[in-house]
């Protein structure tokens, strides 16, 4: 809900608290932050936004697509008009949600998937503000759907939404089935590309302040160990066999070497 007099959204007001240092109100600005949210006990529909008046929104179909194991990555590199997705990730508290796992597969320029290999399939996890950021292209076209983008989000330890991302404006939403309103990203063109945002709002309380440090665990007998970072390149053993890290990253609890192929190359 917009306020008249200065056209801030509440969702606007909760991403400045995020980004900024504390935010002065603007005359006639209820204090609609997040941390008022959250200290008032109000909760908020989950999904899709953080914002005043959005209808609870439904998961919907992972379709015949999704492939498990996606690499760990935030750019899925490929021809076409080229897409930025970006936002946040709160609770119903209101609160910013970090390490979010957000897993992400769309179809191709043509309309294709790739269901041999990973293009334009990738996961990412939120940062300790609970942003999150998505450089791929505009999906293309295939029959029966409108345009959109598939994803899974999990808090840690917490159930899996599964739904998908649509543009506004396209022809095919009005005879796609499958498409809800409520999940319509805003975007808007930026030179030869475009740029889109979207707020996930999870059926989850708690969230805010920086993220906690791993504790370091012990392993059966191996050298990983939770908290550390670790570049390309790096071995490690773990459970008696020999692993080289293929993408930098801080090993987390449940990042373990076998869990995780797209981070751990079993050597020999």
């Given at each position: 809900?917009?306020?008249?007099?200065?056209?801030?959204?509440?969702?606007?007001?909760?991403?400045?608290a995020?980004v900024a240092?504390?935010?002065?109100?603007?005359?006639?600005?209820?204090p609609?932050l997040?941390?008022?949210?959250?200290?008032?006990?109000?909760t908020?529909?989950?999904?899709?936004?953080?914002?005043?008046?959005?209808?609870?929104?439904?998961?919907?179909t992972?379709?015949?697509?999704f492939?498990?194991?996606?690499?760990?990555?935030?750019?899925?590199?490929?021809?076409?008009?080229?897409?930025?997705?970006?936002?946040?990730?709160?609770?119903?508290?209101?609160?910013?949600?970090?390490?979010?796992?957000?897993?992400?597969w769309?179809?191709?320029?043509?309309?294709a998937?790739?269901?041999?290999?990973?293009?334009?399939?990738?996961?990412?996890?939120?940062?300790?503000?609970?942003?999150?950021?998505?450089?791929?292209i505009?999906?293309?076209?295939?029959?029966?759907?409108?345009?959109?983008?598939?994803?899974k989000?999990?808090?840690?330890?917490?159930p899996?939404?599964?739904?998908?991302?649509y543009?506004?404006g396209?022809p095919?939403?009005?005879?796609?089935?499958i498409?809800?309103?409520?999940?319509?990203?805003?975007?808007?063109?930026?030179?030869s590309?475009?740029?889109?945002?979207?707020?996930?709002?999870?059926?989850v309380?708690?969230?805010?302040?920086?993220?906690?440090?791993?504790?370091?665990t012990?392993?059966?007998?191996?050298?990983?160990?939770a908290?550390?970072?670790?570049q390309?390149?790096?071995?490690?053993t773990?459970?008696?066999?020999?692993?080289?890290?293929?993408q930098?990253?801080?090993?987390?609890v449940?990042?373990?070497?076998?869990?995780?192929?797209?981070?751990?190359?079993?050597?020999?």
């Amino acid at each position: 809900m917009e306020d008249e007099k200065s056209g801030i959204t509440r969702k606007d007001l909760l991403k400045a608290a995020l980004v900024a240092a504390p935010l002065p109100l603007l005359a006639g600005q209820a204090p609609a932050l997040a941390r008022t949210a959250a200290s008032s006990g109000t909760t908020l529909t989950p999904t899709p936004f953080c914002h005043d008046g959005d209808e609870v929104t439904r998961e919907q179909t992972e379709g015949p697509y999704f492939k498990p194991n996606s690499p760990l990555r935030s750019t899925l590199p490929g021809s076409g008009t080229p897409l930025t997705v970006s936002g946040y990730v709160f609770g119903v508290n209101c609160q910013p949600l970090a390490n979010v796992l957000l897993d992400f597969w769309q179809a191709d320029n043509n309309g294709a998937y790739d269901n041999v290999g990973f293009n334009f399939r990738g996961h990412q996890f939120t940062d300790a503000q609970g942003a999150y950021k998505l450089t791929t292209i505009v999906p293309g076209l295939y029959p029966g759907r409108t345009r959109h983008i598939h994803v899974k989000a999990q808090a840690p330890n917490k159930p899996i939404l599964t739904t998908q991302l649509y543009f506004p404006g396209e022809p095919r939403n009005s005879t796609d089935t499958i498409y809800d309103p409520a999940l319509l990203m805003t975007v808007r063109t930026v030179g030869s590309g475009k740029e889109g945002t979207f707020d996930f709002v999870l059926n989850v309380t708690g969230g805010g302040g920086p993220t906690p440090t791993p504790t370091p665990t012990p392993t059966p007998g191996g050298t990983w160990q939770a908290g550390h970072t670790y570049q390309a390149g790096d071995q490690v053993t773990y459970g008696g066999v020999t692993y080289r890290c293929i993408q930098g990253h801080t090993a987390l609890v449940g990042w373990e070497p076998p869990n995780v192929p797209s981070l751990w190359q079993r050597v020999g």
